[in-house]
């Protein structure tokens, strides 16, 4: 591993060198949020914040996004649009890169996403691990504490200096040309250790109260289980959980004609399956169209429907659905402990 110091002193230089060559975009403090935005001055970047309101998914999947331009006469011709500025994205927490790497995965399948790999291949990605922990947030038991690669550059706050990994050859070439850092000694490999125990260990606090590789068959059991109908009693089905997820990346394909009806744009914009018209099709039929169906398939897609395909859950434990959730009843953690409860009530 290489790890590298960087002195307190030298970040604001080093984001200032950053600005002069990319588009930086990082955690801004708003209004007692923290968001994702552009930045243009060092000052504006937080590096110790719980966790942001929105992932950094809009900066490869953004929530409308053309994807070509096309007209019908004389005859038809297709222009397609790639946008992907190359940008500098600063400060992201450990489970939000691996949310990145279960994007990727997703998109990179065939057929591969160009609009999204292009955003992604332009992108460098500098991750910061969190000092505080979110009350909703349960990232340890989802196994996204920390990460090992996914990463140009990762921050560790060490008090007076950062550690920072260098994760891949952009990052170290971003590292040697725009700070000056020194190697780590012995004690500041270690301290980080701790560093990142504790936190693994705080994490755990709020979590699950069994191991997360008992969901599966949770879930398999579970699908009459009251609780579905009881939440899903209470839900909005305004689609906040989707919209926050780092991990959910439905969306829905559109044309939109222009007025000679000559030509026009396909875009795609975010969608969401607890939207009620997420499962309906040409047919006017509705493939879930009660809430508990939709509500229910949020937890599955994230625990079980998916595991063939990501090899691991489809949830990283940040617990934005379950700030995000007016109605009170998205928090994976709450469910998944009450079927655990009624499994075992069940004498199981
Ligand atoms: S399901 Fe909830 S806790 Fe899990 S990754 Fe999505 S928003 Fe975060
Ligand atoms: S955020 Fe809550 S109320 Fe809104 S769709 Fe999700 S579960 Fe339902």
């Not at 910061?128 to 922990?133: E, G």
Request: with cysteine; aromatic share 12%; proline share 6%.
């Amino acid at each position: 591993m290489n790890l590298r110091i960087m002195d307190k002193g030298e970040l604001k230089k080093f984001v200032q060198n950053l600005l002069a060559h990319y588009r930086v975009e990082g955690v801004v403090k708003n209004n007692g949020a923290y968001l994702y935005d552009t930045i243009d001055s060092p000052e504006q970047l937080c590096m110790d914040f719980d966790c942001t309101r929105y992932p950094p998914k809009k900066y490869f999947l953004p929530p409308r996004e053309t994807l070509f331009h096309f007209s019908t006469s004389p005859e038809l011709e297709v222009s397609p649009v790639f946008e992907s500025p190359p940008q500098v994205i600063f400060g992201i927490h450990p489970y939000d890169l691996k949310a990145i790497a279960i994007l990727d995965k997703v998109f990179s399948k065939d057929p591969p996403d160009p609009h999204y790999l292009k955003r992604r291949e332009a992108s460098f990605l500098i991750g910061v691990d969190p000092k505080r922990i979110s009350p909703h947030s349960f990232w340890a038991d989802m196994g996204a504490a920390s990460v090992n690669e996914g990463f140009d550059l990762m921050f560790t706050d060490l008090e007076d200096s950062y550690a920072v990994e260098i994760g891949s050859a952009s990052g170290e070439t971003l590292i040697s040309t725009y700070a000056r850092t020194q190697p780590a000694t012995g004690d500041e490999k270690s301290k980080r250790v701790t560093l990142r125990t504790n936190l693994y260990s705080k994490s755990l606090i709020n979590g699950l109260d069994f191991p997360s590789y008992e969901i599966p068959k949770l879930l398999e059991h579970s699908k009459e289980s009251p609780i579905w109908r009881e939440n899903a009693n209470k839900c909005l089905s305004c689609g906040a959980c989707n919209f926050v997820c780092p991990t959910c990346y439905c969306f829905d394909v559109q044309d939109e004609m222009d007025l000679d009806l000559k030509q026009g744009t396909r875009y795609r914009k975010w969608d969401g399956c607890l939207l009620k018209d997420f499962a309906k099709v040409g047919s006017g039929e509705n493939f879930r169209e009660s809430r508990t169906a939709r509500y229910r398939h949020r937890f599955y897609r994230k625990g079980l429907y998916q595991l063939d395909t990501l090899q691991d859950f489809a949830c990283v434990g940040c617990g934005r659905c379950a700030s995000a959730c007016l109605a009170d009843i998205a928090d994976p953690v709450r469910v998944f402990k009450k079927l655990k409860q009624e499994y075992r009530e069940g004498g199981k």
